[in-house]
């Protein structure tokens, strides 16, 4: 009963039909052939695109810088193969609109050959600030979805006093089992990069010395990642692995960090202020390759599965490649195929096509069947709240949908259309098959745009504002000086009479 | 290439869940006590409960017409065949068949349509018109037939039914009475002691349901065992039905216990009226009940409180309907007040404070 007082709330949530046998029982292919052609989106990260540096026509070796980060929330992006440099221009995005983005065309020359590396004997001997250094260099981002810039967060993580590394294990999205089988696969690699942040987080700051403990939360439908994690982590006891319910979300990093340490993070702050942050392990092992073997971020596991899919599995392919060359490898259906979904069939985009390539957040690729997918026969709300209930951030979506459909954006933004996390909890649930996620993403879009147009007009009237009291401004000098030339011609016409009075 | 289909966001997969299959998951569930009362009180019943529901959809059809509307595809979510049958449920098993249609028109076009259809009703339809038809024909809604089960020799045959259902009841004394509910209301104004009151009654025939009553709604039993099950089915929470009776048992409760003569006991509270069937199917109704837990709770017992208040002090025997009735006003307020807390921030919206370390 006392266990039961003490375990934190778990607030909304669903349980959605795994689906992730197929593919989190096979190991982890590595022989995808590699691609003749590879598209490397310049902005595959939060913050500013990075810019390239170098020429079409240019050789690149696989790791080789070939756009730079820009500005303080960047990440730069490295060759994923060896090969020519075909083209820099427009190519269209990973997104569900496939509007055309900057991207850089690489022919590869099928030798995938390394670019000489420097890497440390021991990085535990370098400075904090060195690791972020290296981690920023390797291009790694949040490899669970997110795509923060990871060294930003490692930076944050040194100025505030953070007490808990939570390292996000959890996979709550159905069909997906990349992390799972990496956890399985390459635990011990996941903890040294555990170590490395630990390490790269570390204050210089006697007084804000802390020693920050990590906490690796995996879903207790895997149990297999959790033993093999657990073993890796054992002589290590700064770090701790612990099995969470699976419940969908889960992996929601506030909703993760308020089971683990019991705190939640405020809106509108991040979560280091409160001390805690969160990575995935995807990155913890990106971190591990980028420290100890010198390797940038180039490539990627993904989960290919779906019921339009022949041979679903996890699979590590450069990034840059295109969907379609992945659909080929893995047998997909392109009859059976009612929809393609990059990431999870809960948080995902579905894609128009297959021709655009998967990038640093790509954590799979789905080809489901109209059978998979929910019915989009829309019916009337009746107010059942399931969707009250099952939303963890605890908003009402069907008032807000409501206040959306009538046009009421204000009301919505008032009761809570920013706090929505879009994680699909409420589209799920919702027996009417109203596709709520979609509303409030048009609503957010929509609000940010009229925010702009309204800005917009603000600045144009300070601008008309301004001319005016300029046009006034010069019309009043252009009388005062008329008047001051009047005055002088008639002082000088008094001036003249008086002399010739006098004369 | 796959061609273009279709694009969304969010949840791609979904739950086995329908509005058509939640209807008739709840027609289900009322099917048994639905099935006893048919029984209870013979042919004229179902003469009665036929009538009643294939109004409301014939109601439902025409308004959707009316409006330029496909009309089966919306019947066929079975929200019209379950108000019909929740109406039906309440009436007079032996009401002429006038009542069940002009009923079905009150809930249907009054209660549903012209709010603008599912979903967009303030009151519950079945409520509506229970109340509407109460105030609008005194006799026809209190006019309570004795038990009289189907193929008893007693009881009215299959031509006998349709005279009965078509141009009304005669000799009404030696086949009608009093509710158990209605008796006690009487009998107190004649300043009579409960215990003289209830000499005759049995709790066990009215928690079976053998009792003078409305069609379907005498037999606590079964509509429990149906309530139970729908919350077993996740269909309907537990917080509405228990903050409901909770509070009628504690109300009535501590009231017996001061004055035994004067009220009621819970018991009899619960297995009497319309109490279960108001508790689990129709103070549950999804469109007309607050959306949060803490909101069901306080909807619950508001209900429960009028319940309480209209049978014990008011001029009807009766006050489910009515109580409902006050509280679906209440919902739009309980829905404004009480609001589930944001992720990240305090009751009133604000951002939480960063806590100091």
């Not at chain 1, 579905?350 to 690729?365: D, N, Q």
């Amino acid at each position: 009963m006392l266990s039961f007082l003490s375990k934190p709330r778990i607030r909304g949530g669903i349980h959605a039909e795994e689906n992730k046998a197929a593919t989190a029982t096979q190991p982890i292919i590595y022989n995808f052939p590699l691609p003749e052609k590879l598209y490397i989106p310049l902005q595959q990260h939060v913050g500013k695109p990075a810019e390239p540096l170098i020429r079409v026509g240019d050789k690149v070796l696989k790791g080789q810088l070939l756009a730079y980060s820009q500005g303080m929330i960047s990440a730069p992006v490295h060759a994923p193969s060896s090969g020519i440099i075909l083209d820099v221009n427009d190519y269209p995005a990973p997104h569900p609109s496939a509007l055309p983005i900057r991207m850089i065309v690489l022919e590869t020359d099928g030798k995938d050959e390394w670019i000489p590396v420097q890497v440390p004997l021991d990085p535990f001997q370098l400075a904090p600030e060195d690791i972020s250094l290296r981690v920023g260099a390797a291009g790694i981002v949040g490899m669970g979805g997110a795509t923060f810039p990871t060294a930003v967060k490692l930076n944050m993580g040194r100025e505030n006093h953070i007490d808990t590394l939570i390292i996000n294990g959890a996979e709550c999205e159905p069909y997906l089992s990349c992390d799972d089988r990496l956890m399985q696969e390459r635990a011990e690699q996941i903890i040294d990069g555990v170590r490395l942040m630990l390490h790269g987080m570390e204050s210089r700051d006697a007084i804000n010395r802390f020693s920050t403990k990590a906490v690796v939360a995996i879903e207790d439908n895997k149990p297999q990642a959790y033993l093999a994690m657990q073993e890796a982590a054992k002589s290590y006891p700064l770090i701790k692995v612990i099995q969470i319910p699976t419940r969908y979300p889960m992996g929601w990093d506030r909703q993760l960090i308020r089971y683990v340490t019991g705190k939640e993070v405020p809106v509108g702050c991040r979560s280091s202020e409160i001390g805690v942050t969160i990575h995935n392990v995807g990155t913890a092992h990106a971190v591990h390759k980028a420290i100890r073997h010198g390797q940038p971020l180039v490539s990627r596991v993904i989960t290919v599965s779906g019921g339009a899919v022949g041979r679903p599995m996890n699979v590590e392919v450069p990034l840059g490649t295109l969907i379609s060359e992945l659909f080929n490898f893995c047998q997909v259906n392109t009859e059976q195929t009612a929809r393609i979904i990059m990431g999870g069939p809960m948080m995902g985009d579905s894609l128009p096509h297959t021709g655009l390539p998967t990038v640093k957040a790509t954590s799979g690729i789905l080809a489901l069947t109209a059978s998979e997918l929910k019915s989009t026969d829309e019916q009337p709300c009746i107010r059942c709240a399931s969707c009250v209930t099952v939303c963890p951030a605890g908003l009402r979506p069907l008032d807000m949908a409501n206040n959306i459909r009538i046009n009421q954006l204000d009301i919505a933004v008032d009761i809570g259309l920013k706090d929505c996390i879009s994680c699909g909890c409420c589209s799920y649930i919702c027996p009417s098959n109203i596709p709520l996620v979609q509303y409030f993403k048009y609503a957010s879009g929509e609000v940010a745009a009229r925010q702009q147009a309204q800005h917009k007009s603000e600045q144009t009237k300070r601008l008309i504002d301004t001319r005016n009291a300029r046009m006034e401004r010069i019309a009043r000098q252009q009388l005062e000086e008329e008047q001051a030339r009047i005055a002088a011609k008639k002082e000088r016409e008094r001036l003249k009479a008086e002399q010739e009075a006098l004369a | 290439m796959i061609p273009h289909k279709k694009l969304s966001s969010g949840a791609h997969v979904g739950a086995n869940a329908s509005v058509s299959h939640i209807m008739w998951q709840v027609i289900l569930a009322l099917a048994p006590a639905t099935a006893f009362g048919l029984l209870l009180f013979g042919w004229p019943a179902l003469n009665l409960f036929i009538i009643t529901v294939s109004s409301a959809v014939f109601f439902e059809a025409f308004c959707l017409r009316l409006s330029g509307r496909m009309a089966t595809p919306v019947i066929m979510d079975g929200s019209a065949v379950l108000t019909g049958w929740l109406l039906a449920m309440t009436l007079p098993p032996w009401a002429p068949w006038w009542v069940g249609v002009v009923g079905s028109a009150i809930a249907i076009i009054l209660g549903k349509q012209v709010y603008g259809g599912l979903g967009q009703n303030l009151f519950n339809p079945a409520m509506l018109a229970r109340v509407a038809l109460l105030i609008s024909f005194p006799i026809e809604l209190t006019t309570w037939p004795n038990v009289s089960p189907l193929f008893f020799s007693q009881s009215p045959g299959l031509v006998e039914s349709w005279h009965i259902t078509f141009s009304g009841l005669e000799n009404l004394d030696a086949t009608t009475g009093a509710t158990t509910l209605g008796f006690i209301k009487t009998e107190f104004s004649q300043n009579h002691l409960l215990s003289d009151i209830l000499k005759d009654y049995s709790g066990i025939l009215n928690v079976i349901g053998w009792t003078r009553g409305s069609l379907a709604e005498t037999s606590a039993l079964l509509l429990v065992l149906g309530g139970v099950w729908l919350i077993r089915q996740g269909i309907i929470q537990w917080h509405i039905p228990v903050s409901l009776l909770l509070t009628v048992t504690v109300l009535a409760g501590v009231f017996h216990l001061m004055d035994d003569q004067h009220y009621v006991s819970p018991f009899l509270h619960l297995n009497s009226g319309g109490m279960m069937c108001v508790a689990f199917f129709i103070a549950t109704d999804y469109v007309t009940s607050p959306n949060t837990k803490a909101g069901q709770l306080v909807f619950g017992a508001g209900c429960g409180l009028l319940i309480f208040v209209i049978r014990t002090w008011g001029a009807y025997p009766e006050g489910a309907a009515f109580a409902i009735l006050l509280m679906n006003a209440a919902t739009p307020l309980i829905d404004h007040y009480i609001r589930p807390r944001i992720y990240g921030r305090d009751r009133k919206g604000k951002p939480l404070e960063i806590p100091k370390s």
